[in-house]
């Protein structure tokens, strides 16, 4: 492929797969270069009870500067903001954005209690056409389907089906966060510990050789004699 450079990326339409959704559900679509202020703007204006202002006009996210740009779709468009809050609300992701809309969606379940999760891991089908980079060689251009992993997550204020797979019930997220807080705590805690110990222990078997009763000498390498014993080994020499 170092003769072809890509060109563009088609992202193919992927059914939703919760069935029997209301009316009245929002769908967040959620991208690498979305900002999660502007996600979580319009996401708890959809849901709380009372909705916030929105910066940007018509009660939308602003759009963010070149391709990252915040897309929210709805899945009726003639809603107005007055009416009461959703009672559902549906994120996706594709590919990068994965771990951003799982953010999203702990923030949401954080600042809206009560909220039932079902999870749906997929694959979202992506076209690359890939051009050459010198046309005059002859060599046609390339179009390459490929599968992105993708992840849908629907919240909702009514009970879902519990026996389905990915399936959440709503819990006390205060007391998890606490619990994660306290945990990270004591790991902190024991690694400052842990390297105040290591320097003592160093100081204490230093190169030096000392111990606690004084310097003390090593005994792993062998001295050689001394001027004197040299001199004495020459006079007896001398005297035989």
Same mark, same amino acid.
């Given at each position: 492929? $170092? ?23 929002? $769908?967040?679509? #959620? ?19 009372? +909705?916030? &202002? ?10 963010? $500067? ?7 779709? $709805?899945?009726?468009?003639? *809603?107005? +903001? ?25 923030? @949401?379940?954080?600042?809206?209690? /009560?909220?039932? *999760? ?13 051009? +050459? @980079?010198?046309? %005059? %060689? ?14 849908? #997550? ?14 959440? %019930? ?10 994660? &807080? ?6 902190? !805690?024991? *690694? ?8 003592? /222990?160093?100081?204490? =078997? ?5 111990? +606690? =009763? !004084? ?10 004699? !001394? ?14």
């Amino acid at each position: 492929m $170092e003769n072809y450079s890509k060109a563009r990326t088609v992202e193919q339409p992927c059914p939703c797969p919760f069935l029997g959704l209301s009316s009245d559900t929002t $769908e967040v679509r #959620v991208k690498d270069g979305s900002k999660i202020r502007n996600l979580m703007r319009y996401a708890l204006s959809r849901m709380e009870v009372k +909705p916030r &202002a929105l910066e940007g006009e018509g009660g939308r996210p602003k759009s963010e $500067e070149g391709d990252s740009t915040t897309e929210v779709q $709805e899945a009726t468009c003639s *809603q107005a +903001p007055e009416k009461m809050p959703s009672r559902q609300i549906v994120f996706t992701g594709t590919g990068k954005g994965v771990s951003k809309a799982i953010t999203c969606v702990e923030i @949401l379940k954080r600042r809206v209690k /009560g909220l039932h *999760q079902q999870t749906r891991l997929l694959f979202s089908p992506v076209l690359e056409v890939w051009e +050459p @980079l010198e046309p %005059a %060689a002859g060599l046609d251009s390339l179009t390459v389907n490929r599968n992105i992993p993708a992840i849908w #997550v629907l919240l909702s204020r009514d009970p879902l089906d519990a026996s389905l797979p990915g399936y959440q %019930a709503p819990g006390n997220v205060d007391a998890l966060w606490a619990q994660a &807080a306290k945990e990270d705590a004591g790991v902190a !805690g024991g *690694q400052r510990h842990g390297g105040r110990r290591k320097r003592g /222990g160093g100081g204490g =078997g230093g190169g030096r050789g000392k111990g +606690p =009763g !004084g310097p003390v000498r090593q005994t792993g390498r062998s001295r050689g004699p !001394g001027k004197g014993q040299s001199r004495g080994k020459g006079a007896l020499a001398g005297q035989e």
